[in-house]
């Protein structure tokens, strides 16, 4: 697809044996002020996971649902992977590039929102593995944030409706959705996505959250909105003296436990697979509140390698090829497909 001559996937990366944990963990929190007991915490959900994040395979299963969708659509564009923090590194993976003779690279992160760690460090990784491969490295545009867009909204909305069926049937109708996302520090919320845009007292990503909290709650009990939902956040870290986003689900639930909610289905919409921040802060550490709370809490999937999702990537590399106006489903919608260059700064 012109003026492109392969896809790119960007990813977290995760390890996925147990002498990895630690590794991975200093890569991800090199220079980031994060306290040592709070990593020798994290290093445990990873260990009673056997040491495998499950991020990796996930991105294996949808660089396969992408190479398939751009088959079958005609998209003669080669498929690659790299990551920030694992195993392949990005740097590696351009490198690849580079010898394969690949000049112009079109990328998506698995990250659908503005904030600093979900778009903008995405775009600094860029920078630093073109350096380190040096002139040879390909030109490589990364795909605007995307929370919005139907093929991310579609997949939530399904999985949705698909956890609900999981709740007794008495409790179904009544029960809340719980919007889960990764908690940022607040400075960070602040300097999300464009200064020049005015999204509200918190910014960018809590704003986009809500939008994305609204489109898929349309989808799931059509449009008058009944059901009852809300953004919550999780995996705070960082020291205790620095503000968060909040309410942390933990607390909400106890919250509304305490208001005679009974049923909650969790959708974690601030992610794009289920990865170990789903699987341990959600399916171990939020279901234990729930249960230890009397409450029925079921989780819905993210789209991990959902066709829809993969269709989705392509309709994005199309829009990005053509330099038509990026396309959302609601008023916050990237305006161009470049971020200024004071966009989702750290605060
Ligand atoms: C917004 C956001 C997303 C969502 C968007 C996206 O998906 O990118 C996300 C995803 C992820 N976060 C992940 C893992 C971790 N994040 C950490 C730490 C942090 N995350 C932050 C933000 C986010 N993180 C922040 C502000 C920090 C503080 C340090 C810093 O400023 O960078 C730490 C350090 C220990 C801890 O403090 O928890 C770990 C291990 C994994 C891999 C899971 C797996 O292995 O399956 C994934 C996909
Ligand atoms: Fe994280």
Known sequence: MRPYDAF??????????????????????????????????????????????????????????????????????????????????????????????????????????????SHRQYLEDIDRAREAVGAAAPEIELIRPYFDHP????????????????????????ARLLYSAHSIPTAMALASGDPRRDYGPDGAYPAQLAEAARLITERVDG???????????QSRSGPPSQPWLEPDINDRLAELADEGVQAVAVVPHGFVSDHMEVKFDLDVEAADTAKKLGMALVRAKAPGAH???????????????????????????????????DCCAQR
């Open 8 to 117: 790119l996937l960007m990813s977290f990366g995760g390890p996925e044996k147990p002498e990895d944990v630690i590794p991975f963990l200093e890569n991800v929190t090199r220079g980031r002020g994060i306290p040592r007991e709070r990593l020798a915490e994290v290093g445990e959900h990873y260990y009673l996971f056997g040491g495998v994040s499950p991020i990796n395979q996930q991105c294996r299963d949808l660089v396969e649902a992408i190479g398939a969708d751009f088959a079958a659509n005609g998209v003669d564009l080669p498929v690659y992977w790299g990551n920030r923090n694992w195993d392949p590194y990005l740097a590696e993976t351009v490198a690849q590039m580079a010898k394969d003779g690949v000049r112009r690279v079109v990328a998506l992160a698995t990250s659908a929102y503005s904030n600093y760690s």
């Open 151 to 174: 093929g991310f909204i579609e997949p939530f909305a399904e999985n949705t409706r698909a956890a609900l069926l999981g709740l007794p049937e008495g409790l179904r109708a009544g």
């Open 223 to 233: 449009a008058d909105g009944a059901r009852g939902h809300e953004v919550v956040y």
């Open 307 to 341: 066709p829809r999702f993969a269709a989705m990537v392509r309709e994005l590399v199309a829009e990005r090829a053509a330099g038509t106006e990026p396309q959302g489903l609601s008023r916050w919608t990237p305006r161009s497909h470049t971020c200024p260059p």
